[in-house]
């Protein structure tokens, strides 16, 4: 997959901050900066939303498992893996609007398959809006062959769910891959056998905190 030098903004906000800095600009000129100060806070907001800090993984090797996403773990628990129709292990992290929106990679593996779904757009942070809200899945097999499924989940404001990988992409532990607008979720399928390293409300940030291990085989 393509890469390219990390930037200070995510490439993702270019043209929202340039033409937000362009109206706010134009206001302040037409009509006084009091006129022109909400329209500097949206600009400032923008600013902190598409922040793109680049990440050092705390820990490297074929089991351990990084956050996908910025937010708070919101759901830790024994289920079934939708996408694989097998018995799985579901850490799910939120993200407001004040994180940074960029997603890595869990795990260092191959991309098996990509698969969207349309959806509602109903508050990411309730459980049901990991089978209703428009969604996109990314099927990964470690190094190792461990299964292992991050998915993508729209929120109630977030209108636009971006990934940039495709089956047989080849993703570095904690290497950005999406990007997902204004407040969403992100589900981590994992074995059932797994060792989680968090906790519900813990706060995790995106290919820098050890969510879990997965089993050896």
């Known amino acids: 997959m393509s890469r390219y030098p990390h930037p200070i903004i995510a490439r993702e906000g270019w043209p929202i901050l340039a033409a937000s800095l362009l109206v706010a600009l134009l206001v302040h000129l037409l009509a006084g900066r009091w006129a022109a100060f909400p329209l500097w806070m949206w600009v400032v907001f923008v600013l902190q939303f598409f922040r793109d800090p680049p990440r050092v993984p705390a820990a490297t090797g074929q089991d351990v498992v990084l956050s996908p996403a910025d937010g708070r773990v919101?759901?830790?628990?024994?289920?079934?893996?939708?996408?694989?129709?097998?018995p799985a292990r579901r850490i799910s992290v939120f993200m407001n609007v004040f994180n940074a929106h960029s997603q890595?990679?869990?795990?260092?593996?191959?991309?098996?398959?990509?698969?969207?779904?349309?959806?509602?757009?109903?508050?990411?942070?309730?459980?049901?809006?990991?089978?209703?809200?428009?969604?996109?899945?990314?099927?990964?097999?470690?190094?190792?062959?461990?299964?292992?499924?991050?998915?993508?989940?729209?929120?109630?404001?977030?209108?636009?769910?971006?990934?940039?990988?495709?089956?047989?992409?080849?993703?570095?532990?904690?290497?950005?891959?999406?990007?997902?607008?204004?407040?969403?979720?992100?589900?981590?399928?994992?074995?059932?056998?797994?060792?989680?390293?968090?906790?519900?409300?813990?706060?995790?940030?995106?290919?820098?905190?050890?969510?879990?291990?997965?089993?050896?085989?």
């Open 104 to 217: 890595r990679s869990p795990v260092a593996g191959t991309v098996e398959a990509v698969r969207y779904f349309p959806g509602a757009f109903v508050n990411a942070a309730l459980d049901k809006a990991s089978a209703e809200n428009e969604r996109n899945a990314v099927l990964m097999t470690t190094e190792a062959g461990v299964p292992v499924t991050v998915v993508q989940i729209a929120g109630l404001i977030a209108r636009r769910i971006l990934c940039y990988v495709k089956p047989g992409d080849r993703l570095d532990l904690g290497q950005r891959y999406g990007f997902i607008r204004f407040g969403s979720r992100l589900d981590v399928y994992l074995p059932p056998e797994s060792t989680v390293d968090v906790t519900l409300g813990e706060k995790v940030y995106a290919g820098r905190t050890v969510l879990a291990h997965l089993p050896v085989r």
């Open 74 to 86: 919101i759901v830790v628990e024994h289920t079934t893996d939708p996408y694989r129709q097998v």
